[in-house]
């Protein structure tokens, strides 16, 4: 493998760390502050595909059509919350994931009745359609603009939960909920915000990802396990943890699946090579969350 393809494959493994971010720092700011285990998480990253993908031809305009399907996306959590998940803030945890579980089937099949069964492929907007000259290696603008947008919410929340008085709450709320709710603070208003925030970053998430995967029914749930173990690797209720996770994750997945196969040939067959690493390397961020556990049962930046 040249130096080309392994600067090709490192950004790659960027920007998918930076889409399991952008759907990791909402599902942990839901479990980490609200202490619901949203299975359903995974389905507002389809929605907000979906509705970009049903806009763009309305709107005419790739960024537009973005803005409204994270707003909308945003907008359907605040009702999902109020309407379905609000009653369960003191139920077990148990009985939340069936209920998400459960919001995941109404919502691929209320998707497949709406937009159909068939996957829809989503085209990048016209000025990020071409490529970029890396010092010789010519890289998707789109996929770059997956990284900027990316790093740029991670700045946006820095400054949200560093920053400002909602900041200031959310953090509370993940230490002490019932101080927050003794202070006089708004806490069913808080966790609906927050859970809008997740939901819209899901959806933002979705969004940039339709042009680069087919938009279809269930694409939440593929995307789902690995945000739980960027959760898991990055300490539950953490931005940090969650930032530093999905790298980590990313780089670990996308690399995996590029240099162990070739590392394997080097001492067998083309064949059984492709096998087994292409075998490990859908195990590799599995044996990286053992290894973190291991050293750090609560994670790389747990929030307690």
Known sequence: MDALLLVEQGLNGLQLGVMLFLMAAGLTLVF?????????????YMVGAYLTAALVPVLDSFPLALAAAVLLTALLGLVVE???LRTLYRRDHLDQV??????????????????????????????????????????????????????????FLWLLIARTRVGMLIRAGA??????????????????LVFAL???????????????LAVQVGMGEQILILTFVVIVIGGIGSIRGALAGALLVGMVDT????????AFRLVMDAANASAAGAAL?????????????????KGLFPAH
């Open 32 to 44: 980490g502050i609200m202490d619901l285990i949203n299975l359903a998480h995974g389905t507002f």
């Open 82 to 84: 109020a309407v379905a």
């Open 98 to 155: 069936l209920a998400t579980f459960g919001l995941i089937l109404f919502f691929n099949e209320l998707v497949k009745i709406v937009f159909g069964p068939v996957p829809i492929f989503l085209n990048p907007p016209a000025a990020l359609a071409g490529t970029v000259d890396l010092f010789g290696l010519k890289y998707p603008a789109f996929r770059l603009a997956i990284l900027a947008v990316g790093l740029a919410v991670a700045v």
């Open 175 to 192: 230490t002490n909920r019932e101080m927050v709710m003794a202070l006089g603070v708004d806490v069913r208003l808080l966790f609906g």
């Open 198 to 212: 997740g939901c819209g970053l899901a959806g933002l998430a979705g969004a940039m990802a339709g042009p680069v």
């Open 255 to 262: 690399l995996g699946r590029a240099l162990l196969p070739a």
């Open 281 to 297: 390397a859908s195990m590799a961020i599995y044996v990286l969350m053992a290894v973190v556990l291991a050293i750090k049962p």
